[in-house]
């Protein structure tokens, strides 16, 4: 069995820490996992394949929300090169500040299965609870894809699905599950 290095993992809490290099890789890791069949889409863009120009200006937009109260990014590195990343944000509302949610969890598809992601959300809880105050933290995630069993590992609970409301490509429409971490 191979042993591969664990991560290199870093946090990033304003937009002047997101170098040049690091935000081509941003956008070229985003590209990578949506064009090959990935979950991690956004609103702005349109059904995969994407482009850079598509992912772009929607990773310049979280670059632009990082703040070390509100958002955070979370990047891992292996080799020295952008392997996977996501981000842990707060709303600001006084009603819900108590609790955050994770999106944009990905890992480059040929890095897959070597902890990666397991490192980032360990990392990214262990961030929500004792440098933001967080005390829990949830994810949307599309159904069909085994990413619900992934996260049950970490101690994620599913709390809601919405049947259908994820439609990945004409006739194939995928649950959208909502799961929760009490920190």
Request: proline share 8%.
């Amino acid at each position: 069995m191979d042993a591969y290095p664990p991560p290199r993992l870093r946090q990033l809490t304003r937009p002047e820490e997101v170098t040049p290099r690091l935000r081509e890789e941003l956008i070229d890791c985003w590209e990578a996992v949506v064009n090959s069949g990935g979950a991690v889409i956004a609103a702005e863009f349109p059904l995969p394949p994407v482009s850079r120009t598509d992912v772009a200006p929607v990773v310049d937009g979280l670059v632009r929300a990082l703040d070390p109260r509100l958002g955070r990014m979370l990047v891992a590195t292996v080799g020295g090169a952008l392997a996977g990343w996501l981000v842990v944000r707060r709303d600001r509302h006084p009603l819900v500040a108590h609790r955050g949610a994770v999106n944009h969890v990905q890992t480059l598809p040929r890095l897959r299965g070597r902890g990666i992601a397991t490192a980032l959300m360990e990392r990214a809880t262990a961030v929500a609870r004792e440098e933001m105050g967080l005390e829990r933290l949830g994810i949307a995630v599309r159904g069909g894809v085994g990413l619900e069993e992934f996260y049950r590992r970490l101690g994620w609970a599913e709390v809601g699905r919405w049947p259908g409301a994820l439609r990945v490509a004409p006739g194939d429409d995928r649950d959208e599950i909502l799961m929760a971490l009490v920190l």
